[in-house]
């Protein structure tokens, strides 16, 4: 099984300022047929599903604003938002599909510092 | 739209038994992969099960493996997870997703809680 680990677990910014999220995959989930990483990013607020920020590794998602990118291959990824805003205080998870279990990140809580 | 909604959550014993449901509009059901995932209170999100677009095939997570059953039926647009044994830590939310270029979790989820 692929283990997806985030850091950090916590994170708290200033509003304004840039968050910067990790997510590491104990093995590669870069389909070589495709060359797509198959990794997504989701945004989950209290009582919410989780909502898909960027998928493929780094394709945003239609509406999603574009203060949230995402980048890297292979085994390690990034979700970034450029400039914090108070409506981002979430929990942010990575998951890959690239083999069964489609695993998750533990998760990563943004506060607003 | 997509739309997701789950259902058939509730309190059960230990060792019980339930049904969950997932009714879905606003796509073609049956060209999809879907899945459950679960996430216990406080917790973060586990993946569950899938299973194919034709119901062919399906994958579970281990911890479940030999209690849930994945199922579906196009026909009717629903998908159903159907666990037996029931433990305590299987208390979570359940949410449906569909497939695609990634997991889309659209509904609201559904409440399972195991406790005697």
């Known amino acids: 099984d692929i283990v997806m680990t985030q850091s950090p677990d916590s994170l708290a910014v200033s509003l304004g300022e840039r968050a910067t999220i990790n997510c590491r995959s104990s093995q590669s989930v870069l389909s070589r047929s495709s060359n797509k990483n198959s990794l997504t990013w989701y945004q989950q607020k209290p009582g919410q599903p989780p909502k898909v920020l960027i998928y493929?590794?780094?394709t945003r998602e239609s509406g999603v604003p574009d203060r949230f990118s995402g980048s890297g291959s292979g085994t390690d990824f990034t979700l970034t938002i450029s400039s914090l805003q108070a409506e981002d205080v979430a929990v942010y998870y990575c998951q890959h599909h690239y083999s069964n279990p489609n695993t998750f990140g533990q998760g990563t809580r943004l506060e607003i510092k | 739209e997509v739309q997701l909604v789950e259902s058939g959550g509730g309190l059960v014993q230990p060792g019980g038994s339930l049904r969950l449901s997932c009714a879905v509009s606003g796509f073609t059901f049956s060209r999809y992969w879907m899945s459950w995932v679960r996430q216990a209170p406080g917790k973060g999100l586990e993946w569950v099960a899938n299973i194919k677009r034709d119901g062919s095939e399906e994958y579970y997570v281990d911890s479940v493996k030999g209690r849930f059953t994945i199922s579906r039926d196009n026909a009717r647009n629903s998908l159903y997870l159907q666990m037996n044994s029931l433990r305590a830590e299987d208390t979570a939310v359940y949410y449906c997703a569909k497939g695609g270029d990634y997991w889309h979790y659209g509904g609201q989820g559904t409440l399972v809680t195991v406790s005697s």
């Open positions: 493929w590794a780094s």
